[in-house]
């Protein structure tokens, strides 16, 4: 069992929905990443928290670390949102490495 | 543009061959990650480097290594290459130890 989990694996959108992407960890962490990897391969640093929420325009991540489980949430979602989002902790004994979620790859049709 | 800097930005060599991937990290950042990303594995964390020095080390394999210079650029030697080392490897930096990581556009390593 990866110790980072994410759902959906996949997942197709109309445009202006409301979505959601979980992350769940299996171990202890001191912070956790969203990434955003476009088609093209480049990788975007969304978020780094270890508590609480944050948010950044339409995006928005939420983090229980009782429940060892983090939340992305897309707001009015668009096309051009279409990308693999991917989860990645730091743990409590990795020091500063980060262990990756496989991604969710989302689609946001027109 | 995160300015994290890759070159080349795609490679394609043979079997048995050596590369080397170069990595130029935010102005100020101390710290360098590198990752590689093939289909069967995902992302994975190869080392880390803080001001010059080796910090962490992941899943790299004994034919490869890397370094980082005084100038705080880093390069990743990849050898004896196998048809199973072509991948995504991607070079991220940040200010200091844990703080947050920026990635750089990546290499793409093709193994003929």
């Known amino acids: 069992k990866n110790e980072v989990e994410q759902s959906p694996q996949n997942l197709t959108a109309q445009e202006g929905e409301f979505i959601t992407i979980n992350c769940s960890y299996s171990?202890?962490?001191?912070?956790l990443h969203w990434l955003q990897q476009h088609p093209g391969g480049g990788i975007v640093s969304l978020f780094m928290?270890?508590?609480g929420k944050k948010k950044h325009g339409r995006l928005i991540a939420t983090i229980n670390i009782q429940e060892k489980h983090s939340s992305l949430h897309i707001t009015a979602s668009h096309p051009r949102d279409s990308a693999v989002y991917i989860c990645?902790?730091?743990?409590?004994?990795?020091?500063?490495?980060?262990?990756f979620g496989e991604g969710t790859q989302l689609t946001v049709n027109p | 543009d995160s300015g994290v800097t890759q070159t080349p930005k795609h490679l394609i060599t043979a079997t048995g061959q050596r590369v080397t991937l170069r990595c130029s990290p935010r102005s100020g950042d101390l710290s360098v990650y590198w990752y590689q990303q093939s289909l069967d594995q995902g992302l994975q964390f190869l080392i880390q480097y803080y001001n010059g020095e080796e910090r962490a080390k992941g899943n790299i394999l004994e034919r490869f290594s890397a370094q980082q210079f005084p100038d705080l650029h880093s390069e990743l030697n990849l050898s004896s290459l196998e048809l199973g080392d072509s991948a995504l490897y991607f070079c991220a930096s940040s200010v200091a130890l844990t703080d947050e990581q920026y990635f750089g556009p990546g290499t793409r390593l093709t193994v003929t």
């Open positions: 928290l270890s508590s």
């Open positions: 990645a902790v730091r743990t409590e004994t990795s020091g500063s490495r980060l262990t």
């Open positions: 171990v202890g962490i001191s912070a």
